[in-house]
């Protein structure tokens, strides 16, 4: 019931999201060993944007994660500097690392955000680069199903060689543990290393 609680409430968040929308990104994301689809809404307010969006990572007999967040952000603080706060859901699946079993993924995580735009004394190539960073956590009190708890950290580059659409390359560090009854505890962790493309409307 918690599971199903979640992700509609994500649902109708995304659904509603489109009203607001100044511009909406997709991206694709991928790796050796997985691929992530994501799509986002942005919407520029008097306090800041407003985001909202959703993806799906998968690698083939690892994991299946939906995913959804949503975020205030603001570039106010400091010229350049981009930072946001708001949560991610995560929803699915994973396997143990020697596929024994597998855990159920429900979680709901705190979400930390930032990004700057490398000046020109910083920045060796002739387009814009900028460098992000994003942490996630899901404490137990957060956690359903099998699931105990989730971390996730992530950082990388933005290379924006047109002005509706950047290239990629990103490194994330994501941590899911996992209670199975039967089994006693268990987690999955990885650290993979992935490039894509993302295209803004």
């Known amino acids: 019931m918690k599971k199903i609680a979640v992700l509609a409430g994500f649902m109708l968040f995304l659904s509603c999201s489109y009203v607001f929308a100044d511009n909406i990104q997709l991206g694709l994301m991928a790796s050796g060993d997985s691929v992530m689809a994501n799509f986002e809404f942005q919407g520029k307010r008097d306090f800041g944007i407003i985001a909202a969006g959703a993806a799906i990572d998968y690698a083939r007999g690892e994991y299946t994660?939906?995913?959804?967040?949503?975020?205030?952000?603001?570039?106010?603080?400091?010229?350049?500097?981009?930072?946001?706060?708001?949560?991610?859901?995560?929803?699915?699946?994973?396997?143990?690392?020697?596929?024994?079993?597998?855990?159920?993924?429900?979680?709901m995580a705190f979400l930390l955000e930032g990004a700057y735009e490398l000046t020109a004394?910083?920045?060796?190539?002739?387009?814009?680069?900028?460098?992000?960073?994003?942490?996630?956590?899901?404490?137990?009190?957060?956690?359903?199903?099998?699931?105990?708890?989730?971390?996730?950290?992530?950082?990388?580059?933005?290379?924006?060689?047109?002005?509706?659409?950047?290239?990629?390359i990103e490194c994330k560090y994501r941590k899911i543990e996992f209670e199975e009854r039967g089994i006693g505890s268990w987690d999955r962790d990885e650290t993979l290393l992935s490039g894509g493309v993302t295209l803004k409307f």
């Open 65 to 107: 994660l939906g995913e959804g967040l949503v975020a205030f952000r603001s570039d106010q603080l400091l010229p350049g500097l981009k930072f946001g706060l708001g949560f991610k859901g995560y929803l699915g699946k994973a396997d143990s690392e020697n596929d024994v079993t597998s855990g159920n993924v429900t979680a």
């Open 121 to 168: 004394s910083l920045n060796p190539v002739p387009v814009p680069v900028e460098a992000f960073g994003a942490v996630s956590y899901a404490p137990s009190s957060l956690s359903f199903d099998e699931t105990e708890s989730l971390q996730e950290y992530k950082g990388g580059l933005r290379l924006y060689l047109i002005e509706n659409a950047y290239l990629s």
